[in-house]
């Protein structure tokens, strides 16, 4: 093989050395035989463009096709088409996206993973406008000034800032809109472990490193008093994935906890967390740190995980930490969230729902997928508000307790409202009356 490729190349080679000697001198003869005018006549330019056109054919061919059986190769083919796209992001909008979701070509992790948000997959596909009812304006008004300059001084990251989400006005007011007019529950996820997490997840737009910087030990002890001095009754920690962590950062995240709790009793935590690489010693360990809602997300139908997540995520694992989760300790709220606008058929967004609500999963979020830049996964759908109305009632018809659905809702979206808040009091004081 490496034989006939080097024959190849000589070839090539040699074809172009006489294709630019017969037009330099077919050039140079015409020149002459026309007075010395630069334009050779019809005659010399049909040969130059019958000489050309076997060159360039073959140049455009040039380099063959990679012939690989394995995944391994595929993935190597993967991770140069994501060089390759970084380099035209610009441009990366072409007819090509209206292929998505054909097929997989990464099976298997163990080639490491590919860079998140970019290569197949990704682009603006021309034909899927965004429609009115996503748009919002910008967030305002005097309690998300207050928050957000709260959290600036405090140095605390938050995954409203770091995932753009839509629902920052909404949610930092106080349950209203934008502008501020809100039913006073304020609402603020705060990110745990850094900002940096070390997997690609091709729909997310947290920053990536395989090598992230070292924990802040006293994280736990300055959120748990940032937290205390708001006076809020109910906060959702999250985190980045930290697989270089032995623990995948559970034990920092059940510190946090645990600080929280002793400052303020009451406070409720809810906990939207990694898969912890599928580690269930991990789970349990946050589960027992004092928190009220554990939350971890499949993202999507069990079809596109591999398309989606990253390769060292999966359906299965995902759905083994929320079962254990329920088992580990009586009472505990499970809580799942899927993100719809990827392809996903009705059919597969019911099976995904139907095996959460399967290992009793109590809460469930389903939101409109928003891709942050051109290098991330392309929308293949805007689901229409009617569409979601639907899927609420369906969820709350096959046994889900809370059913949040909407083109604008997230994991966290409203999740200190008052029904979850008396949810979670609710089973509280069951658990403790059975003792």
């Given at each position: 093989m490496a034989l006939r490729n080097k024959l190849k190349c000589s070839g090539l080679l040699y074809i172009k050395i006489l294709h630019f000697k017969f037009f330099f001198y077919g050039f140079e003869a015409s020149s002459k035989l026309d007075g010395g005018h630069?334009?050779?006549?019809?005659?010399?330019?049909?040969?130059?463009?019958?000489?050309?056109?076997?060159?360039?054919?073959?140049?455009?061919?040039?380099?063959?096709?990679?012939?690989?059986?394995?995944?391994?190769c595929r993935v190597l083919v993967v991770r140069s088409h994501a060089v390759e796209s970084s380099k035209t992001a610009a441009s990366s909008s072409d007819s090509s996206s209206s292929n998505l979701f054909e097929s997989a070509s990464v099976s298997s992790g163990k080639a490491g993973p590919y860079p998140g948000g970019?290569?197949?997959?990704?682009?603006?596909?021309?034909?899927?406008?965004?429609?009115?009812?996503?748009?919002?304006?910008?967030?305002?008004?005097?309690?998300?000034?207050?928050?957000?300059?709260?959290?600036?001084?405090?140095?605390?990251?938050?995954?409203c800032v770091e995932a753009q989400c839509p629902?920052?006005?909404?949610?930092?007011?106080?349950?209203?809109?934008?502008?501020?007019?809100?039913?006073?529950?304020?609402?603020?996820?705060?990110?745990?472990?850094?900002?940096?997490?070390?997997?690609?997840?091709?729909?997310?737009?947290?920053?990536?490193?395989?090598?992230?910087?070292?924990?802040?030990?006293?994280?736990?002890?300055?959120t748990a008093r940032a937290i205390a001095s708001w006076g809020v009754d109910y906060i959702v920690l999250t985190s980045v994935d930290r697989d270089d962590?032995?623990?995948?950062?559970?034990?920092?995240?059940?510190?946090?906890?645990?600080?929280?709790?002793?400052?303020?009793?009451?406070?409720?935590?809810?906990?939207?967390?990694?898969?912890?690489?599928?580690?269930?010693?991990?789970?349990?360990?946050?589960?027992?740190?004092?928190?009220?809602?554990?939350?971890h997300n499949i993202e999507t139908v069990k079809r596109l995980q591999r398309i989606v997540r990253?390769?060292?995520?999966?359906?299965?694992?995902?759905l083994s930490v929320l079962k254990h989760a329920k088992l580990s300790k009586e009472g505990m709220i499970?809580?799942?969230?899927?993100?719809?606008?990827?392809?996903?058929?009705?059919?597969?967004?019911?099976?995904?729902?139907?095996?959460l609500r399967a290992i009793d999963v109590d809460i469930l979020t389903l939101g409109q997928y928003l891709q942050p830049t051109p290098l991330h996964l392309t929308v293949k759908e805007y689901v229409t508000p009617e569409k979601?109305?639907?899927?609420?009632?369906?969820?709350?018809?096959?046994?889900?307790?809370?059913v949040a659905s909407g083109p604008l809702v997230r994991s966290s979206y409203r999740a200190g409202e008052l029904f979850v808040q008396n949810l979670v009091r609710g089973k509280r004081m069951k658990v403790s009356s059975n003792l």
């Open positions: 630069s334009d050779p006549p019809a005659g010399s330019r049909m040969l130059q463009k019958s000489l050309a056109d076997p060159f360039l054919s073959e140049i455009l061919r040039w380099p063959p096709k990679p012939r690989c059986p394995n995944s391994f970019m290569g197949l997959h990704t682009g603006r596909d021309v034909g899927v406008t965004k429609p009115e009812w996503l748009r919002q304006r910008a967030p305002q008004g005097e309690k998300f000034s207050r928050l957000q300059e709260s959290l600036s001084k405090l140095k605390l990251n938050t995954v629902n920052i006005g909404e949610c930092w007011n106080g349950g209203g809109g934008a502008g501020g007019e809100g039913d006073g529950i304020a609402t603020a996820t705060i990110m745990l472990l850094g900002d940096t997490c070390t997997r690609g997840c091709r729909f997310c737009a947290v920053k990536t490193s395989r090598n992230p910087a070292p924990l802040d030990p006293f994280e736990p002890e300055n962590l032995p623990d995948g950062g559970s034990g920092h995240f059940a510190q946090t906890v645990k600080a929280m709790k002793n400052l303020k009793p009451e406070i409720l935590v809810e906990c939207l967390t990694s898969d912890f690489r599928g580690d269930l010693e991990a789970v349990s360990t946050l589960v027992h740190s004092g928190l009220n809602v554990f939350a990253d390769p060292r995520a999966g359906y299965e694992q995902s499970t809580k799942s969230s899927i993100m719809l606008g990827l392809g996903e058929s009705d059919d597969e967004v019911k099976e995904a729902m139907a095996d979601f109305a639907f899927w609420k009632d369906y969820g709350e018809s096959i046994g889900f307790i809370y």
